[in-house]
């Protein structure tokens, strides 16, 4: 957790997305992506067009079996499509660093697409109607040059996300080395002669299937059975490459190139857990398991590729780790419980104890976990009661005001799984206390902190993270219930600064007293005091001399009430007290109006505090002051408007204004404070006509009058 007291506002961070000039694809004109839609449609129709052709050979050929191959069936049509329209939407929505993965997906679901067809019309040719042209060359497709579609999946991996291949002086050669070993299957299977293909998988070839040419390019060689199986044992081998390619540069990379690359991560996640489920069961699982394999990874390139904000990766990662774990603690407690009742009692007996334990205690044992699981992937945003009440609490417990910033950050961070969250709150005096939770490299969003319709701060989090509406409601509550916290800790520390500023005024005015007694009416008394008794000495021997020294002390003590009514003054003016604040004003204005300036009082203020009169009388009094020293005017205006609850004093004059260079003074600041001080606020502006408008906005209680409870 971080803190600081005083942070600039942050700069908005450029996002790349979709629809963006970096993502739209491609800078050609409509007409350019209009055909390239035109065309890409026509690809997928012609897939569409080829699965279901080689649908009907499958019914078709249904019972039919040939040693050359079988008809493809769903097992071919299906990976096929799903590539196929993996890398169309690739290449319609990604941009031109994309599309080298969608172009190696579209061809591979192509191909897969065309050797489950030259596999249909081969069994059509060998077995159903023998004689049928084109059988010689659907073997070469299907066995031979088919088994090229093995590099697609290497190779892109080695090109994802942004289309180039590793680059150095180890990670290019291993990357070449790589494909060299997955390419050596098929370069075998061109030149293999085909019965030692046949005698491999244990089959036997049929006279119709030995009278056709199913070797284009033989090359008789006594170890092919080694090489055969050399080229099989580098197929899974040739993958380790790719997926350290991926690690290192998942490992290197940040932002958005980090979080299109955990889309992989979790699709080799959910690959190995299925691949090794379905190896586990007999078929048709394992096939069930590849294909659901293939369609999770090309998904995932998709969407890594295409929209990688589309769903919250940073969640669903995790989410899918504890899933798996707790489905694999689910089995074995299963099994152990139906092992342990096996032994102990008969079938009919141990299933009957199977059910009771599961009924009595796994059952709520396995809804705990479940909802351990969630909380801990996706926080306590499932349950918004725990959400408030933690949130209450820490607020409840906090003291300082970072404190409860704090409690409001974790809070958040803990509800939504958040990596980052940041809390601002702005001060009234233009500060800034901001306070962080954990950290991002991905952009952030701000979200408004609101209390009583007006903007105290703002919340930011890492973007990519998609709230829903629930989420987003849940969010709303804790956010007015810490709003409400952080303004009763903005108006508690405002209480306590306002009262040690109070006591330091206080004890300053004392100060300022003490010393004027001391320093001025002391010593004054004292003097005159001294001339009276001169004067008693004199008054017998030298009567003139006596009366001049009583003089003198009656000057003296003119000077000395002069002083008492300046403190007195300083402390409240007494005309105040004897004209009202309209009067005192309206007598100020008559005291600083000359030949070349006439100073106006309007408005009645009513009855008021002595407070506010104070603060009024003062502010109107330094504004009136500043126009005589600095406005060079011909005229000004005092207003007084009285509200229900506050009090508008205003001071225009026609004067040469307040350039924008100039520093604001003493005087301005004097304005401020005065008007801070009872809780209002004072602004100066000068209007596009010339002059200046100097307006105090002051609250004010209304005054009881008597009688009333």
């Not at 334990?357 to 699981?373: D, F, G, K, N, Q």
């Not at 409690?407 to 509800?415: G, K, N």
């Not at 709303?476 to 330091?504: F, M, N």
Request: hydrophobic letters at 50%.
């Amino acid at each position: 957790m971080r803190s600081t007291a005083e942070r600039p506002a942050s700069a908005p961070v450029p996002v790349i997305g979709h629809g963006s000039p970096e993502h739209s694809g491609s800078s050609a004109g409509p007409d350019t992506g209009r055909r390239r839609d035109v065309a890409l449609a026509l690809a997928a129709l012609a897939g569409l067009a080829v699965a279901a052709v080689v649908v009907a050979l499958e019914v078709r050929h249904r019972d039919v079996v040939v040693a050359v191959g079988e008809s493809g069936g769903i097992a071919d049509i299906l990976p096929g499509l799903v590539l196929l329209f993996s890398g169309l939407l690739v290449l319609r929505g990604a941009d031109r660093r994309g599309r080298p993965v969608g172009r190696v997906l579209a061809v591979a679901g192509a191909g897969w697409l065309a050797t489950a067809l030259a596999q249909g019309w081969l069994v059509e040719a060998v077995a159903v109607s023998p004689g049928l042209p084109g059988a010689s060359f659907a073997y070469a497709v299907g066995a031979r040059y088919g088994s090229f579609l093995l590099l697609a999946l290497p190779l892109a991996l080695l090109l994802f996300p942004d289309g180039r291949p590793p680059r150095g002086r180890v990670g290019r050669p291993l990357a070449v080395a790589s494909l060299a070993g997955t390419a050596l299957l098929p370069v075998s299977l061109l030149f293999v002669p085909a019965a030692v293909v046949v005698a491999r998988a244990g089959g036997v070839l049929s006279p119709v299937e030995s009278a056709l040419d199913l070797d284009p390019h033989p090359i008789a060689l006594p170890f092919w059975p080694v090489v055969l199986d050399v080229a099989f044992a580098l197929v899974p081998l040739g993958m380790v490459v790719p997926f350290a390619v991926i690690a290192v540069r998942y490992r290197r990379a940040t932002g958005r190139r980090r979080l299109q690359l955990r889309w992989l991560v979790w699709a080799g996640l959910v690959d190995l857990i299925v691949i090794g489920v379905g190896l586990l069961l007999a078929e048709p699982w394992p096939t069930v398991a590849l294909l659901v394999a293939i369609t999770v990874t090309c998904g995932a390139i998709v969407t890594a590729v295409v929209r990688e904000r589309l769903y919250e990766i940073d969640r669903l990662l995790p989410t899918t780790l504890v899933a798996v774990a707790l489905a694999l603690l689910v089995l074995a407690v299963d099994g152990v419980v139906l092992l342990v009742a096996g032994a102990a009692f008969d079938d009919r007996d141990s299933a009957l104890v199977a059910v009771a334990v599961v009924a009595v205690l796994y059952t709520p044992l396995r809804s705990r976990l479940w909802r351990a699981a969630r909380r801990l992937t996706r926080g306590s945003r499932d349950d918004p009661y725990a959400a408030v009440a933690t949130l209450a609490g820490r607020l409840e417990t906090a003291v300082a005001p970072g404190e409860q910033l704090a409690a409001l950050a974790r809070s958040v961070a803990e509800a939504f799984k958040l990596p980052y969250v940041r809390v601002e709150i702005d001060r009234a005096d233009g500060a800034r206390a901001v306070v962080e939770h954990g950290h991002t490299d991905s952009p952030t969003v701000e979200l408004p902190i609101r209390y009583r319709e007006e903007s105290i701060g703002r919340v930011v989090v890492a973007e990519g993270r998609r709230l829903s509406e629930s989420d987003q409601r849940l969010l709303g509550d804790l956010l007015r219930q810490a709003a409400g916290a952080a303004r009763a800790g903005a108006l508690s520390a405002s209480l306590q600064s306002a009262r040690e500023g109070l006591v330091t005024a206080r004890e300053e005015e004392r100060r300022r007293l003490r010393r004027d007694l001391h320093d001025s009416l002391g010593p004054g008394l004292g003097a005159v005091t001294l001339r009276i008794e001169t004067a008693r000495g004199l008054a017998a021997r030298d009567p003139g001399r006596a009366d001049a020294v009583l003089e003198q002390a009656v000057a003296d003590v003119g000077a000395l009430l002069t002083d008492v009514r300046r403190l007195v003054h300083d402390l409240r003016p007494p005309a105040l007290d004897e004209l009202g604040l309209l009067g005192a004003l309206r007598t100020l204005a008559r005291r600083l109006s000359t030949e070349e300036l006439v100073i106006a009082v309007d408005g009645e203020p009513g009855e008021l505090s002595a407070a506010v009169e104070v603060a009024a009388f003062r502010i109107a009094s330094e504004a009136l002051t500043n126009v005589v020293r600095h406005a060079t005017a011909s005229c000004a205006e005092v207003t007084l408007e009285r509200g229900e609850d506050r009090l508008v004093v205003t001071v225009a004059d026609d004067g040469r204004g307040i350039g924008a260079d100039v520093v604001a003074g003493v005087g301005r600041l004097s304005l401020r404070e005065r008007a801070a001080e009872l809780g209002g606020r004072t602004t100066v502006t000068c209007p596009p006509g010339g002059g200046t408008v100097v307006s105090a906005d002051l609250p004010c209680a209304v005054t009881p009058r008597e009688g009333d409870a």
